[in-house]
């Protein structure tokens, strides 16, 4: 069974805290697609060039120690902006998402670049100031002087550059459902989300 769970939205507002459930609901792959950029931007920090990071990655990579820090979040955002770097990569989550078995995919333009065609389409989002609190959690304890006006600052900064790039900016695909999870828990969110994903699942 061919079946692609394209699920978008900007930083903090949980679309990877769904995908992962909704993976594991349905007994899916799962695939962050952030953390391949997030990857080659640590490679691209360690001194490589971008592209020939995004060509090298292995499953290695991918367990690398600090990949999750402000730095380096920053940097998977500069070096996605760049089309060569994007085309070294996209086959590569293409080919993930039409595995069989199912797949999530998490990211900023799966369901309008990477998996147009799909099955389901979520766009997840939350307000600027939710999200800055979010990422403050769980970025205060290695950051202690992190005000919540820094993350904020940053996710702002963050999503214009990711929204006004050229090349596949962050934007919900046309069949995109929007689900805000500002007021939501995540068992709220997560089972919005599932039921979505069963309602096509059923037809």
């Not at 930083?11 to 952030?34: M, N, P, Q």
């Not at 290695?60 to 600090?66: A, I, P, S, V, Y």
Request: with cysteine; hydrophobic share 50%; proline share 3%.
């Amino acid at each position: 069974m061919k079946f692609t769970v394209a699920i978008d939205g900007p930083a903090a507002a949980g679309k990877g805290t769904i995908a992962r459930a909704v993976a594991e609901h349905f007994g899916f792959a799962y695939l962050d697609t952030g953390l391949l950029y997030r990857a080659a931007a640590r490679k691209v920090i360690d001194g490589m060039d971008p592209v020939a990071a995004a060509k090298a990655l292995t499953p290695h990579d991918f367990e690398r120690t600090g990949l999750r820090t402000a730095k380096v979040g920053q940097a998977a955002s500069k070096i996605a902006a760049l089309p060569k770097v994007r085309a070294a990569l996209v086959d590569f989550q293409h080919k993930f998402a039409r595995s069989d078995g199912g797949a999530v995919l998490d990211g900023r333009d799966i369901g309008t670049v990477i998996c147009p065609e799909a099955e389901v389409k979520l766009f997840i989002t939350a307000s600027d100031e939710v999200r800055a609190v979010r990422r403050h959690a769980e970025l205060v304890e290695k950051s202690a002087d992190l005000t919540v006006d820094d993350v904020l600052a940053d996710l702002r900064a963050r999503d214009a550059r990711d929204t006004e790039r050229k090349v596949a900016p962050l934007m919900a695909a046309a069949d995109a459902v929007l689900l805000d999870t500002s007021e939501l828990t995540i068992d709220q969110a997560v089972a919005k989300a599932c039921a979505l994903v069963a309602a096509v699942l059923v037809v």
